[in-house]
């Protein structure tokens, strides 16, 4: 501990990190820079920088990571179709990495030696974080409290707050352990930890429950280029505002909701609740614009590709060769993903009712049910029989 001269803290102003910042400068007896990472979450962060202030920061560093976020992480996800494990649209994976490039810098900035968050050793955060951190600068000590410090529980950090009159956002009645940014909001803990018990409606942030949706549809129309959404209702926006409209018009229609119980990377299953608004319905719209502008072929191949792209992201590894390898395949097969996908949306559901490009691979004249000109139907004989000349030689041979 003697040996470390300065702390960049990655700090929210949350249970943990409050309390960590608090313990930190206690315990190290050196200047802590609490770094807050402005990924579009709801915040007032005049609000945040006092209370770093008052904890016990020597300095409270707030970046706007919002347009970097949607640009370089979010789009890029989604142009990959990044789910994990069929559901999880990896908000809080994909915000991690970001987060932990911006301590660094902030680090070399301030002349930092020592890096620290607040996540448990349970979870996948600290893994996240750290590769993070290693990848970029490896010469930094990493400090993870929860790993060896006993305020091992969420109502000793609840106590020790009380203890330092640190004000803090959950209760006993309430202990859920929340992360939201401009992708998502994620709720963990307290009831929660029974996968039997429903969430309740009070927890809800980002989404109206599908019930008290209007009883009348909202259409809407998203234009793609290359695989990433550039305008609503042929309005162009920038991703900041786009993402933030895609938010507003689902969470209006109750979609995006998420219950599920995933595997983390540290081996445990773990449920999790998350509403997931404007992501939902940008993967929606993107996977059906796909199956109009995408080969046969390059789509299989690039879905075969997408759950270790996914993979990689949840367990941390963005800055992997790996991962970035697997982007530019993703994005070469984007070039054609271009065009119009008309949307429904009601209660709770998001249904692509459209879509049209000029980079369509549909052909009406040959799929038409109609008479037509450009096809031989007699020459489907011939590619029934060669398709099943292995299957007629199985036959034989039983026989």
Known sequence: MKDIKKIVLAYSGGLDTSVILKWLSEQYQCPVVAFAADVGQTEDWDAVREKGMATGAEKVVISDLREEFVTDYIFPAFRANAIYEGSYLLGTSLARPLIGKEQVRIAAEENADAVSHGATGKGNDQVRFELSYLALNPKLAIIAPWRFWDLNSRNKLIAFADEHNIPI???????????????????????????????????????????????????????????????INGEKMAPVELFSTLNRLAGENGIGRLDMVENRFVGMKSRGVYETPGGTILRIAHCDLETITMDREVLRIRDGLVQRYSELVYNGFWFSPEREFLQKTMDEAQKTVNGTVRLKLYKGNCMPVGRKSDNSLYSESFATFEEDEVYNQANAEGFIKLNSLRLQIQAMNRK
Not at 172 to 192: T, V
Request: charged content about 25%.
């Open 169 to 231: 956002p959950v209760t006993k009645e309430k202990p859920y352990s929340s992360d939201e940014n401009l992708l998502h909001i994620s709720f963990e803990g307290g009831i929660l930890e029974n996968p039997w018990n429903e969430p309740e409606e009070d927890m809800f942030k980002l989404t109206v429950s599908p019930e008290m949706a209007p009883d009348t549809p909202t259409y809407m129309e998203l234009d793609f280029e290359m695989g990433s959404p550039v305008a």
